[in-house]
């Protein structure tokens, strides 16, 4: 309730005796549900229009993984704006995803019901697993129950269904004003049938393809990886000393940390320019141990400071092979399997020597480790290993959710083409990122680098079990086998299907497996290529046309800088093949959560800190608030024994309760309300700027520096000025009386709808004193409100007042007296504008008389205090 001036009416009845943070959370989320508070008026942002609306593509959480403090990062960072646009007048369309599919997924659900994958076996509508529960680490393949491929998947819904709820608690303690009716699954019906219509016109437009190609191959989970999956890790290696023969009896030395691959070579390379080597070119070199003739060619990527200069292909070591291999167009010699094991015959075994496959019969079946150890031995007894072998560390590629080095191998995948291969379609990607609002705008630069560093088609296809199955068939020939060239596809209204177990368009499932018959592609979409949609996903793309065009493009997508590569990059591309358009205007990119040694808080590290007991023990304000203090794309610390950002949130939001209080408790008159007083005036002029910078931070997702400057005025105006009128607002009379409370109720109204984004639980609490309806989608501020209640440019007063009263006190604290201690005379000098607090100033000081002295700075002297008795 507010009077004709906008000034909270008096609600004596609604402030609690002693009003306390505690309790807040549980009481607040249960009324903004039941009131509606951030639900999507899809109505009202229809009749205002498509400008009327504020999307958020929320970032999916991985279900089956755990929430950490860098998720309570970066999506209070979201959520401050979208509080401020619902302020602003924005319809909110504000959805929460859940991101199921995947291999955490898979691997939780095997270890905690005890089972594995067959999709061989048929589907059991009756079982019922082995176990329920367990550590989630012990559970061995061999001692897991197999189970059909549709079994599993039911398990894996149904444990994602019991983190999702949890997910969900702890997002609303955390007060997220998501509009939890526009709630998906990355694995249900409509996340899946957006994924699979995108393939299909991607299948049809001919930007998705299948291919036999060297494959980055995670040989624990037996999947193949993406580029944007990797990372490098430090590993202990070491350099051997390989002895080629050349035909005039001499020897070529290389350098390699895989002698294990030497098998697979399939040529010598060097630096075109390197003169050691430049006679050699276009010859051939027989390989040790094997005796396989190798050519020595020559290209630029070839380093000639590293190890001899010179390098053996082999494919496929690193990526660098393939590099060679493609554009030298070499033969594909594989040798490791997709177990990690070298396999049992060498596809170059009929260009071995008679001792060279002896020797790959004692590697057979080895891991590459124990092929290594052994090769190594069988070069020493052959004098073929030259020198010492030299200990280093060096980079190695991961899976970035794998525990062992990746290998590559040569597999049959799918591909959705972005851009390496394209300069058209990676031209127009690079266009897109000019198009986005990046904040801080320096993260462009991370989306162009990626960009422009691809090096192969985005591989889509995962050989697991969980996840969206890609929607096509094979038919058989004669003999049984795939026509791989030739897929089956369903229609888009028969979506989604599976495959593995859906009968093929055109056939009857009697024909599954059989010769003319047909079989279903068991291989899964990577999550990207769902997580990819979700703007699509969550706005009914494809089967709500009014939502879709109201909402998309977005107006902000939120996330943190480590999946600027994966998930926004993919984003763009999948916006750019669909629709020819951006998927939103703006990227806010949160920065890294670090420890106290600046190192990043993640799992492999086990220095993360979860956030569960975080809000128990400082409450969700407070951490919201250390969330707010950082800016986009810049790194915070964090100590979790000396939490010091918290604990000031946890101060400010308490402070707010009870100065709040404190101003309610001064008498008011709705019917004499208004500002006449030069301080009270001046603070609301201060006040007006105040929201006019904040209002233009927010504008620019720049929070931490709103926060700022509303948390800097709150205290001046509790510290100083509350302290300045309190007994003027107490014992005053008239227009000076009312002029001071009129103030007070003006900037604390102000100062809540200020503060409401960031520490929304107390701020709704002190809102329920006096208003009806939430804080939550009341008006933001304006500098007009307080304008209008005589309001101009700041005169100076305040900060002057300020001055003085830090003046005031520092001469008692200087005389050893208490700040309650009378005053019987004192000077002020400073400019003559201070006459216009004077009686505020005498009596804050206890002061007698005050004389008032003209001048620049502002000085106390001359305090005399009054003689105790």
């Not at 306390?20 to 109505?43: C, H, I, Q, S, V």
């Not at 898979?106 to 550590?135: H, I, K, M, S, W």
């Not at 000639?304 to 010179?310: C, L, T, W």
Request: aromatic share 10%; hydrophobic share 40%; charged share 25%.
């Amino acid at each position: 309730m507010s009077d004709a001036h906008g000034i909270p009416a008096t609600g004596d009845s609604r402030i609690p005796d002693r009003p306390a943070l505690e309790g807040l959370e549980p009481k607040w989320d249960a009324a903004w549900a039941e009131n509606g508070t951030y639900a999507f008026d899809r109505a009202a942002a229809l009749a205002a229009g498509t400008e009327s609306v504020f999307a958020i593509d929320t970032p999916p959480p991985t279900a089956s993984g755990s929430l950490h403090i860098g998720h309570v990062f970066s999506y209070t960072h979201m959520d401050l704006a979208a509080r401020f646009n619902r302020m602003r007048g924005k319809h909110l369309f504000y959805p929460m995803g859940w991101d199921d599919n995947g291999l955490p997924t898979e691997r939780r659900v095997q270890n905690y019901y005890g089972v594995r994958c067959d999709p061989t076996l048929p589907y059991d509508a009756a079982f019922t697993p082995p176990q329920e529960g367990g550590d989630g680490k012990s559970s061995k393949a061999a001692d897991q129950q197999p189970i059909s491929r549709r079994n599993f998947i039911e398990l894996c819904e149904r444990l994602t269904a019991e983190d999702e709820k949890q997910f969900e608690d702890l997002w609303r303690k955390l007060g997220l004003s998501v509009d939890w009716d526009l709630t998906y699954r990355t694995i249900g019906d409509e996340a899946q049938r957006a994924a699979q219509r995108a393939f299909l016109r991607n299948l049809a437009r001919g930007e998705a393809y299948q291919a036999d190609a060297p494959t980055l191959w995670d040989v624990t989970f037996r999947t193949a990886v993406a580029q944007a999956e990797l990372e490098e890790r430090d590993q202990p290696s070491a350099y051997h000393g390989l002895a080629f023969h050349r035909p005039d009896g001499g020897t070529i030395e290389i350098q390699t940390t895989r002698p294990e691959l030497l098998p697979a070579c399939v040529a010598l390379v060097a630096h075109p320019d390197d003169e050691r080597y430049q006679h050699l070119f276009g010859t051939t070199v027989t390989t040790p141990l094997f005796g396989v003739e190798v050519p020595v060619l020559a290209h630029h990527l070839a380093q000639k400071d590293k190890g001899s200069g010179i390098a053996m292909i082999c494919t496929f070591g690193d990526t660098t092979d393939v590099t060679w291999w493609r554009e030298l167009d070499l033969p594909n010699r594989t040798v490791i399997g997709f177990d990690g094991r070298l396999v049992s015959e060498a596809p170059a075994a009929d260009l071995f020597t008679d001792a060279g496959r002896a020797a790959y019969a004692e590697l057979a079946g080895k891991t590459v480790f124990s092929a290594k150890a052994r090769i190594v031995e069988l070069l020493q007894e052959s004098g073929e290993l030259v020198g010492e072998i030299k200990k280093i560390q060096h980079p190695v590629k991961f899976f970035e959710k794998g525990d062992r080095p990746l290998e590559i191998v040569s597999t049959r995948q799918w591909y959705i083409v972005n851009g390496a291969r394209d300069e058209a379609l990676k031209q127009r990607l690079l266009d897109a990122g000019k198009q986005i609002s990046f904040h801080p705008d320096f993260m462009r630069v991370r989306y162009e680098n990626w960009v422009n560093g691809l090096s192969g088609d985005w591989l889509i296809s995962r050989q697991r079990f969980f996840g969206v199955p890609i929607p096509v068939w094979y038919p058989l020939d004669a003999d049984g086998n795939p026509v791989q060239g030739s897929p089956i596809v369903p229609s888009e209204d028969a979506l989604p299907v599976d495959p593995s177990s859906d009968t093929a368009p055109g056939y009857d499932e009697s024909q599954r497996g059989v010769p003319g018959g047909f079989a279903g592609e068991l291989d899964i979409m990577d999550t990207w290529a769902t997580s990819s949609l979700t703007p699509q996903i969550a706005a009914g793309w494809g089967t709500d046309p009014e939502l879709f065009g109201l909402v998309f493009p977005y107006s902000l997508r939120s996330q943190g800088q480590d999946i600027i590569r994966t998930w926004l990059f993919s984003t763009v591309l999948r916006a750019q093949l669909e629709e020819g358009q951006i998927p939103w205007t703006n990227a806010g990119i949160s920065g890294f959560i670090v420890d106290p040694d600046r190192k990043k808080m993640s799992k492999s590290k086990g220095n993360v800190v979860t956030p569960a007991a975080m809000l128990d023990d400082h409450g969700s304000d407070a951490v919201r608030y250390w969330a707010a203090s950082s800016r986009l794309g810049t790194d915070a610390a964090f100590d979790p024994q000396n939490p010091k950002q918290m604990k000031i949130g946890r101060r400010l939001a308490i402070k707010v309760l009870n100065a709040a209080k404190f101003v309610y408790s001064f008498p008011f008159d709705e019917a004499t309300a208004g500002v006449s007083e030069p301080l009270d005036l001046d603070v609301l002029a201060e006040l007006a700027r105040v929201v006019e910078l904040s209002t233009a931070a927010y504008e620019q997702f720049d929070h931490a520096r709103a926060l700022e400057l509303s948390e800097q005025f709150f205290w001046t105006f509790c510290d100083d000025y509350l302290e300045l009128v309190k007994e003027r607002a107490y014992t005053g009379t008239g227009a000076a009386q009312a002029s001071a409370v009129t103030a007070l109720r003006a900037a604390v109204d102000v100062l809540l709808r200020l503060l409401a984004p960031v520490i929304p639980f107390a701020t709704e609490e002190v809102w329920s004193w006096t208003h009806e309806g939430s804080i939550h989608t009341a008006a933001w501020p304006a500098a007009a409100e307080l304008r209008a209640l005589g309001a101009t440019e700041p005169s100076g007063l305040l900060p002057a007042v300020s001055a003085a009263l830090i003046g005031i006190r520092r001469a008692k604290t200087d005389a050893k007296a208490s700040q309650k201690t009378p005053v019987t005379s004192a000077t002020l000098a400073g400019p003559a504008l201070l006459a216009g607090a004077a009686d505020d100033l005498r009596a804050v000081g206890r002061i007698a008389e005050l004389a008032l002295v003209e001048a620049d700075e502002v000085a106390v002297s001359d305090i005399v205090l009054e003689e105790q008795a």
